[in-house]
C-alpha cells in the first residue's frame, strides 16, 4: 500500500514495515515476536537485494516496544543485526526515564557487538534520527528529506493495527 512518499509493506498490532525510496522504515509498538523479526528481515533482504546496499534504515521503537523480549527474539534480532551492510542505520528508542534508556543501552550494546561497520546512532526523538541519516544517504546519491522520511515513519506509525481490547 502506498501513502505519499512511503510503500507501507506490512503491519499488525505490533510492527509496521515501509519503505521511503531508499530507506527502509520499522516502526515497533509492541516487543516484536520472531514472526515480526523474520518478516523485518525479508523486507529488508529485499531493499538490500534492490539497491545493491545503497540504502539506510530509520527504526523507532515506541515507548511500548521497550519490554520484556524472549530470549529467541533477542538472538533473532542479533543475527538480523549482523546480517546486511548499508549506508547508515538511525535507531530512534522514544521517551524519558529509565526503561527507554536502558532501551537504547541494550540496542548500543547489540550494535557494539555486532562490530556493524556502516554508520549508526541511537536517538530518542525521530526527527533527531531523520536529521542525522539524511547527510549520510546523502553521500552516496540517496535523496530525502529529515520531513519525507518523519512524514513515512508516520505512515508507517499509522498503519500498525490497533489490538482489540479485551473483554
Given at each position: 500500500?502506498?501513502?505519499g512518499e512511503a510503500v507501507i509493506h506490512f503491519a499488525d498490532s505490533r510492527v509496521a514495515a515501509a519503505t521511503c525510496g531508499g530507506v527502509f522504515i520499522s516502526v515497533l509498538r509492541q516487543p516484536p515476536t520472531l514472526e515480526n523479526i523474520n518478516r523485518l528481515r525479508a523486507e529488508t533482504r529485499r531493499l538490500h537485494d534492490l539497491r545493491g546496499g545503497k540504502y539506510g534504515s530509520l527504526s523507532i521503537l515506541e515507548p511500548s516496544a521497550v519490554a520484556n523480549v524472549a530470549a529467541d527474539v533477542r538472538e533473532a534480532s542479533a543475527r538480523f543485526a549482523r546480517e546486511f551492510t548499508m549506508l547508515g542505520a538511525a535507531i530512534i528508542v522514544e521517551g524519558s526515564g529509565f526503561l527507554p534508556a536502558a532501551g537504547r543501552t541494550l540496542i548500543a550494546?547489540?550494535?557494539l557487538l555486532t562490530k556493524k561497520t556502516y554508520p549508526h546512532k541511537i536517538f530518542a526523538k525521530p526527527a533527531d534520527g531523520a536529521a542525522w541519516l539524511v547527510p549520510i544517504l546523502a553521500q552516496a546519491g540517496?535523496?530525502?528529506t529529515a520531513?519525507?522520511?518523519l512524514v513515512a515513519a508516520e505512515a508507517?506509525?499509522?498503519a500498525i493495527v490497533?489490538?482489540?481490547a479485551e473483554r
Open positions: 500500500m502506498r501513502v550494546g547489540i550494535y540517496v535523496l530525502h520531513a519525507e522520511l508507517a506509525r499509522q490497533p489490538q482489540l
